[in-house]
């Protein structure tokens, strides 16, 4: 994850002279992880999402699921929570956010719940010894693949980590609205504003840069606290490189539409076909 450029403490630097020590602002006392967890996890939607795709795969629940890309692991905590004998393995390259989710996540955990937590401080493509049942690959992770070659060799390593009964679970975004410089400002969190920033967008490559930034209201932001610079893939062409890369299967979940609100239910059905929205995010579970 990007390091945070804290606005507030620039301006600070500029004044160039001793100022009288003043409160530190919000944005100097936020904690960028515990507001990205807020802002764009739902590690509870997921984990029923994985079982259920699993039991469309194979009739069965699954026990073992390995966190690709995890961050601070919300998402295996959430796991091993969900049921007894579950097991998680969250894999990520950075030691920052492990260690964050290690102090934040797994220290809410029980004893027995922690002990079925196993995090990795790897690259994404390297074997761990417990063969997982799904894989999950989520917030667009595997964007970070640029490469037809690269994104091809993470997808043979994850069917390779995978149980001989397994899943891939993919998420992405797609659709007119992703491809523009935009700024969306989501302010429902209440003491903070997440701001989700499309900084640039290259067509010749698919190459996208984005920003989140959090604002306070004593005015304090902490600006570009995590950066991305990916590669917008389309399904077509995942759902084909998966299946090049010797999964069975590589079905789209498409989310169904509230008929009031006329946003997204958050309800994944498996599709073939679907409206061409300016925004969507979806599914792509890929069967070994
Ligand atoms: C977008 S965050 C995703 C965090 C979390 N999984 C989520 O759903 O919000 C991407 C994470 O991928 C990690 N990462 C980037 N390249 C990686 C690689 N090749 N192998 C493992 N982790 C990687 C970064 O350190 C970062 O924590």
């Known amino acids: ?37 807020k802002s764009v996890q739902e590690p509870s939607c997921d984990v029923e999402f994985f079982e259920r795709a699993f039991r469309d795969a194979y009739a069965r629940g699954p026990s073992v699921l390995r966190e690709d890309f995890c961050g601070t692991a919300a998402i295996c905590c959430e796991w091993v929570r969900s049921r007894r004998d ?24 029980k004893p027995a719940q922690r002990r079925r937590v196993h995090l990795v401080q790897a690259d994404a493509r390297s074997s761990y010894d417990l063969p997982a049942d799904v894989i999950a690959t989520l917030n667009f992770s595997f964007f970070y693949f640029k490469q037809r070659s690269a994104l091809a060799e993470y ?10 009964e397994g899943i891939l679970v993919l998420d992405m975004v ?19 504003d997440y701001v989700w920033e499309q900084h ?11 920003f989140i930034h959090f604002r306070f209201p004593d005015g304090s932001e902490l600006e570009r606290a995590f950066e991305y610079r ?6 077509p062409e995942v759902r084909e490189l998966l ?14 539409t509230d008929e009031e ?26 069967i070994k």
Not at 200 to 210: H, K, L
Not at 245 to 256: H, K, L, N
Request: charged share 35%; aromatic share 10%.
């Open 155 to 164: 997808f043979r390593c994850a069917r390779e980590n995978l149980n001989d």
């Open 1 to 37: 994850m990007a390091k945070r450029r804290d606005k507030s403490k620039k301006k600070d630097k500029k004044k160039g002279k001793k100022s009288r020590r003043q409160k530190p602002s919000r944005a100097e006392r936020a904690d960028r992880y515990a507001l990205y967890q």
């Open 200 to 210: 640039s967008f290259n067509p010749i490559t698919a190459d996208q840069v984005c």
């Open 261 to 286: 609100s006329d946003e997204g239910n958050g309800i994944f059905e498996p599709a073939a076909e679907a409206p061409s929205e300016p925004a969507w995010i979806a599914y792509v579970v890929a």
């Open 86 to 109: 579950r097991k998680a393995i969250g894999v990520d390259l950075d030691p920052e956010p492990l260690a964050w989710g290690r102090e934040h996540n797994l220290a809410k955990l």
């Open 230 to 235: 990916w590669r917008l893939w389309t399904l």
């Open 174 to 192: 797609g659709g007119s609205e992703v491809l523009e410089e935009d700024r969306e400002e989501i302010t429902e969190h209440g003491r903070f």
């Open 243 to 256: 299946l090049e890369s010797g999964f069975r299967r590589a079905e789209v979940y498409w989310e169904g």
